[in-house]
């Protein structure tokens, strides 16, 4: 479990995960809760991912993006949930070092890039509704292609910078994460050494990703509802903003808990509990965001169901 490396310290070779507690009943409700969430988020995401592959009506730019953030989803909660049902399933709470910085890395880089992407879903919206003329030439294929791109990489690279300040500390003894993951804030109070600057890094990263993105959002649907209140008809209105309501939920819900989590000091998050805020978002925002677009979207419940019936006719 540890071994002595330089400065004769015993140095951390595999943290254990505590999870929710150690009796057999603090491990078998979240194991099954676990599954059940996972299983749905599977089975909603893949079929979004499905059906507006199939379906070439939904070749869109608001669809492309939709179905990125159905994969981003995917990899995201996959990240943590087969980790943690294991730990809770075998009782085996132990994950390696390289293991831990690993899960802390693609968490880091899938949950900066969904929030770079649900900005460019916003902006999406924006040049739909306020720009309709330039909107093909505005969000072009290739134009689309670079937000998503750009998006991954402004997540590795917050990814990188978080992973490689965390993982420079000395962690010499203690090896117990109070958590079901390998979180940031968790992992540096194990640290022996100075963490004054790992924590201001960690606080102004994600306070500039949080405070960037969510600006990009809120500036767009200043200018889409300034637009909309200028349309005379009520079903003109109510059409275009049928089209922003899916996301605006989702931009709340996600904003609202990465902040909670992330923009705040280190004493103040300590008064809060993180456990059940990180399960909303890494468990539930990604099984709900699927719903959330289809349940209230028309063009993917008619792709949905003329899917379903073609594969009943070919029977």
């Known amino acids: 479990m540890a071994t002595v490396r330089e400065w004769n310290h015993t140095a951390v070779m595999e943290f254990i995960l505590l999870g929710f507690g150690n009796s057999p009943g603090c491990q078998m409700i979240p194991s099954v809760l676990f599954l059940v969430i996972y299983t749905v988020t599977l089975l909603g995401n893949a079929t979004l991912v499905l059906i507006i592959r199939v379906n ?30 294991a730990s809770f399933l075998s009782g085996s709470k132990a994950i390696s070092y390289n293991g831990c910085a690993t899960q802390f890395f693609l968490f880091s880089l899938f949950i900066t890039t969904e929030g770079f992407l649900l900005a460019a879903m916003a902006y999406d919206r924006y040049t739909a509704i306020c720009n309709p003329l330039l909107y093909p030439i505005t969000m072009s294929k290739w134009v689309c292609i670079q937000k998503v791109a750009g998006s991954y990489i402004c997540g590795c690279v917050n990814a990188m910078v978080q992973t490689g300040f965390t993982f420079m500390l000395h962690y010499c003894g203690r090896n117990e994460i109070d958590h079901f993951f390998c979180d940031g804030p968790p992992l540096i109070s194990l640290s022996f050494s100075d963490t004054y600057v790992n924590n201001l890094v960690m606080f102004t990263l994600c306070g500039l990703i949080i405070v960037s993105t969510a600006l990009i959002v809120l500036i767009s649907y200043i200018y889409i509802i300034s637009t909309v209140l200028q349309i005379r008809s009520a079903e003109g209105r109510h059409r275009a903003f049928s089209t922003c309501t899916s996301h605006v939920l989702v931009v709340i819900l996600f904003y609202g808990t990465t902040a909670f989590m992330y923009a705040q000091p280190t004493w103040l998050s300590s008064l809060y509990p993180r456990k059940a805020v990180s399960v909303f978002y890494t468990f539930v925002i990604p099984m709900l965001n699927p719903f959330i677009y289809s349940l209230r979207n028309k063009d993917v419940k008619e792709a949905l169901r003329r899917t379903m019936g073609h594969k009943s006719l070919t029977k």
Not at 61 to 70: H, R
């Open 56 to 85: 070439s009506r939904l070749h869109t730019p608001m669809y492309f993006f939709l179905m990125n953030m159905s994969l981003l989803d995917l990899c995201f909660t996959s990240t943590i949930t087969p980790k943690a049902m």
